[in-house]
C-alpha cells in the first residue's frame, strides 16, 4: 500500500497520522479512520491491532487513516480522558472526506478500546461516517451512549476472555440497538487481542466492505 506521513488540524493543535491508499489502483477509494488504544498504556497509532486493520483493507481496496490523539507521539496537545478526543476524530474524518482520490461519501470510522469509547461518545460529531467498528470497547463507555439509537450500520468485537470488553455484557448494553448490529467474539482472545490481530482485521474489514457497499 502506499502510505502517507500527514498533518492535519483539530481545532488548533496539528496532529500527526498515516494515511494509506491501495497501490496500483485507481480511486476514488472509500475510506476508514482507525483509532487507537488509550495512550496512557502506550497506545497510539502502531498498535498491532490499528496496523493488521489498515493492512487488511488495503487489500480489499480502502483506504485508511491512522492517527495519534492529542498528546500522543508528535500531536500536540494533552490528553483529555476522550472528551476533547472526539474533536481529534472528527478532525480525521474531515480530512478523508476532501482527500484526492477518496470517495467522500463512502467512510467508515473504527476504534479499539478507548479509540472504540471516543467513538462512542462522540456519535453526533460523526455523521460523514456511514458505518461505525467498535473492537474492545469498554462496557460503559457503550452502555452511556447513545449507541442504541444510531441506525447506522454497527459491528462489535470482543474477545472471550477480555475483562473490560466482557461479551455477554456487551450484548446485553445493547439490547434495542436501532440498525443493523453485528457482534463477533474471538475465541481465546483477551483484551489485548494478541495473537488475535488478523482475525479481528479479517472481520473488521469484511463488515465494512459490505456496509460500504
Not at 483509532?35 to 483493507?57: E, K, Q, S, Y
Not at 470497547?137 to 466482557?166: C, E, M, W, Y
Request: aromatic share 6%.
Amino acid at each position: 500500500m502506499r502510505q502517507t506521513a500527514i498533518a492535519f488540524k483539530s481545532g488548533k493543535l496539528t496532529l500527526e497520522g498515516v494515511l494509506s491508499t491501495p497501490q496500483e489502483l485507481s480511486g476514488p477509494f472509500p475510506a476508514l479512520v482507525v483509532c487507537h488504544p488509550l495512550p496512557i498504556l502506550g497506545g497510539d497509532m502502531d498498535n498491532p491491532v490499528v496496523t493488521a486493520v489498515c493492512r487488511r483493507a488495503d487489500r480489499d481496496a480502502i483506504a485508511t487513516l491512522r492517527f495519534n490523539f492529542r498528546g500522543v507521539g508528535d500531536s500536540e496537545g494533552e490528553f483529555d480522558s476522550g472528551v476533547a478526543e472526539q474533536e481529534d476524530v472528527k478532525a480525521a474524518l474531515d480530512v478523508v472526506r476532501r482527500w484526492p482520490g477518496i470517495n467522500g461519501k463512502m467512510l467508515a470510522i473504527a476504534g479499539y478500546s478507548f479509540g472504540a469509547s471516543v467513538i462512542a461518545r462522540g456519535l453526533k460529531r460523526y455523521k460523514h461516517a456511514r458505518s461505525l467498528v467498535f473492537i474492545a470497547p469498554p462496557v460503559a463507555a457503550v452502555a452511556n451512549s447513545a449507541i442504541t439509537k444510531d441506525p447506522r450500520p454497527k459491528l462489535f468485537v470482543a474477545g472471550q476472555h477480555d475483562r473490560i470488553a466482557v461479551p455477554i455484557q456487551l450484548q446485553r448494553a445493547l439490547d434495542n440497538t436501532r440498525g443493523p448490529v453485528q457482534f463477533a467474539e474471538i475465541t481465546g482472545a483477551g483484551h489485548s487481542l494478541s495473537g488475535h490481530e488478523q482475525d479481528v482485521a479479517d472481520r473488521v474489514v469484511e463488515f465494512v466492505t459490505d456496509a460500504l457497499s
